[in-house]
């Protein structure tokens, strides 16, 4: 089969020959339509983020397409089925094979291109929000990098159950997306300190919840934006890994949790569960219109250098999605 590899050289991409997958008893082959970009992808082209054993090494964390062989003991699917699914790797390709669990069945309202723009950030999001946060109606959550793929989803969760919704972002057209989903405050984190901004928007209190992608360089500003008994929850260190000091008593004193958190790495079990939980909680919704996959733009994956550099400058605002054209 055809596939996105990565010359060693300089981490560029080409399109190359790659071994088709095989698939065992409870999975399928899937047709692949389309894929999108994740961070993850940025990192493992430079040999900074290895995938989970057993995965292919071709890049790619989520994919849309159709189902073309099914396992043994395959039940409630058929050839021909719309699907899209999270993966380990491997959606830079033509082909790939999951377990018939974690598929999910595309509305038929939707793209290819859609499709494949849901599973890596509606998981993640709905993993740290709802099985890690413990997020509830009335609550408030503060969703760093607002206008990233994560952030679009999460926004669009968290309204669905009634929390309260601060972002930060950038530019002003991200902020402005960002409210369009229905976030209730958009901070421009260039313009000075956000904790003051989060204490403002709620009177004094802070927040409940906190989606962090930025790290080291946005500790002691979440800390200061928690409220008594909230929960950080570090998605990514775009900021840097490292803080130079801590001060655990300011933990202490308002009871804070601090959670680290990676969806790559999860048990395929719990990879499959919360597939599904999320599936009954949202299919339904894509297909009325209530949520959406926010796209940014779609590529030929041909064009998949360009993909990234778009990415690698910070200049989306939503998914970036690659259309597989053998």
């Not at 997958?21 to 992808?41: C, F, S, Y």
């Not at 396992?71 to 719309?82: E, F, H, I, M, Q």
């Not at 990233?148 to 002003?172: D, N, R």
């Not at 004193?253 to 949202?282: C, H, M, N, W, Y």
Request: charged share 20%.
């Amino acid at each position: 089969m055809r596939a996105i590899l990565v010359e060693e050289k300089d981490q560029s991409l080409y399109i190359g020959d790659f071994e088709k997958p095989t698939i065992g008893p409870n999975e399928m082959l899937v047709k692949v339509k389309a894929t999108a970009l994740n961070r993850a992808d940025l990192l493992q082209k430079r040999g900074l983020y290895p995938p989970p054993l057993g995965a292919p090494p071709i890049l790619g964390l989520e994919m849309s397409g159709i189902v073309e062989e099914l396992g043994a003991k395959v039940t409630g699917w058929k050839k021909g089925d719309r699907v899209c699914a999270l993966l380990p790797g491997g959606g830079y390709a033509e082909y790939v094979s999951i377990p018939a669990d974690m598929g999910m069945r595309i509305p038929e309202q939707l793209s290819f291109e859609q499709a494949a723009a849901i599973p890596e950030v509606f998981l993640t999001a709905y993993l740290n929000m709802f099985w890690l946060g413990d997020l509830q109606p009335g609550q408030t959550i503060l969703i760093h990098a607002g206008a990233s793929g994560v952030g679009t989803a999460a926004i669009q969760l968290a309204k669905e159950i009634g929390a309260k919704i601060i972002v930060t972002a950038g530019a002003p057209e991200k902020r402005e997306l960002c409210l369009s989903l229905g976030a209730d405050y958009a901070i421009d984190y260039k313009v000075g300190p956000f904790s003051q901004k989060v204490k403002d928007a709620t009177d004094g209190q802070g927040v409940h919840l906190i989606l962090d992608f930025i790290g080291a360089s946005y500790w002691e500003e979440n800390i200061r934006s928690l409220q008594f008994d909230g929960k950080l929850i570090i998605i990514g260190t775009m900021g840097g890994a490292k803080v130079k000091e801590v001060d655990l008593g300011k933990l202490l004193s308002k009871r804070i949790q601090v959670i680290g958190t990676a969806l790559r790495t999860q048990t395929p079990e719990k990879k499959s569960q919360l597939t599904q939980d999320f599936a009954s909680f949202a299919l339904d919704k894509f297909a009325s219109g209530d949520m959406q996959p926010i796209l940014d733009s779609t590529w030929d994956w041909k064009d998949a250098n360009q993909a990234h550099a778009h990415m690698e400058q910070n200049r989306n605002a939503g998914k970036i999605v690659l259309r597989v054209n053998p």
